[in-house]
Nanobody, 116 residues
Framework: QLQASGGGLVQPGGSLRLSCAAS????????VGWFRQVPGKERERVAD????????DHADFVKGRFTISRDKAKNTVYLQMNSLTPEDTAVYYC???????????WGQGTELTVSS
């Protein structure tokens, strides 16, 4: 099971860190990704990281603002989000799978609202 947490209400320009914790299994050999979705819009990939090598990839619209990372000891992936804008408002999901194009396990989502 993947558990996403850390969402909330943030002012524009603010920062927040999301967490994705795995329970019942290890993330070894997984690729873990963060996705987001706004009601009525397609889900979009935000960033992903390979667990073993720590190779990261970030969508262009978050490069320089968001950073994905992992803590092997805690079996957890993080998404540090800085310089938030109202356009970042969405439900954020984490997912795990065997590659960057296959995510089989999804968390329940955590909601981020960026508003003054």
């Amino acid at each position: 099971q993947l558990q996403a947490s850390g969402g909330g209400l943030v002012q524009p320009g603010g920062s927040l860190r999301l967490s994705c914790a795995a329970s019942g299994f290890t993330l070894a050999d997984f690729t873990v990704g963060w996705f987001r979705q706004v009601p009525g819009k397609e889900r979009e990939r935000v960033a992903d990281i390979t667990w073993n090598g720590g190779v990261t990839d970030h969508a262009d619209f978050v490069k320089g603002r968001f950073t994905i990372s992992r803590d092997k000891a805690k079996n957890t992936v993080y998404l540090q989000m800085n310089s938030l804008t109202p356009e970042d408002t969405a439900v954020y999901y984490c997912a795990g799978g065997p590659s960057t194009v296959q995510f089989n396990y999804w968390g329940q989502g955590t909601e981020l609202t960026v508003s003054s």
